[in-house]
């Protein structure tokens, strides 16, 4: 089952790309809209093969993906009947109704938690323009959330370096279905949190 560590190894190969910040940047843009991949699975090689640029790339990330957010709100706000239909075939339609709802509860708390956390980004920048959540918090919180994950992600990786790369080849598949693991679980709280 090592999946994981080869898709690691291709992901490296990757982030050592000539264009790779272009890559990154538009990852993680599409993200923040309608793209299912985080941009931490590239954010992350692209850190630990050039930790100088660990910070210049989460910079980039953060930019890239508010703007991605912004451009979901504006789907939200002008669009909205146009995509209904794929969130239903997506599946993303019960989450979408408990974003609608936590942003009648907590606003820009919602938006933030959403960028920081493995919740679908997306549906909850989308949420925001359909209840036409004020623009200015909006961008604020979305640059927190985002800021915070993608620093932390490329602080981790500059600080362990080398040793973090090699760390990581080495476990990457046990932390591969351990994330998949935690992934599952998070949706089912989420689900008993939002019926609930």
């Not at 999946?3 to 992901?11: A, E, P, T």
């Not at 939200?76 to 997506?90: Q, T």
């Not at 323009?129 to 992600?153: D, K, Q, T």
Request: charge should be positive; aromatic fraction near 18%.
């Amino acid at each position: 089952m090592n999946f994981f560590s080869k898709l690691y190894d291709k992901v490296l190969g990757w982030s050592r790309h000539r264009h790779a910040q272009w890559y990154l940047g538009g990852l993680s843009f599409a993200e923040s809209s309608f793209f299912p991949i985080p941009p931490d699975v590239m954010l992350a090689p692209m850190s630990l093969a050039r930790p100088e640029r660990a910070w210049h790339f989460a910079l980039l990330t953060t930019l890239s993906s508010v703007a991605g957010g912004v451009f979901g709100y504006l789907i939200g706000l002008f669009a909205f009947e146009l995509i209904e239909p794929l969130l239903h075939r997506a599946g993303y339609w019960p989450t979408y109704e408990r974003a609608v709802a936590w942003f009648g509860q907590w606003g820009f708390w919602a938006i933030f938690l959403a960028g920081f956390s493995p919740i679908p980004y997306k549906v909850f920048t989308i949420s925001a323009g359909v209840v036409g959540m004020a623009f200015l918090p909006f961008v604020v919180a979305s640059a927190v959330g985002r800021g915070a994950r993608f620093y932390l992600v490329a602080g981790l990786m500059r600080w362990g370096g080398v040793r973090m790369e090699q760390t990581l080849r080495l476990y990457i598949d046990r932390i591969g279905w351990l994330l998949i693991m935690a992934v599952i679980i998070a949706y089912f709280v989420f689900n008993s949190v939002g019926n609930g």
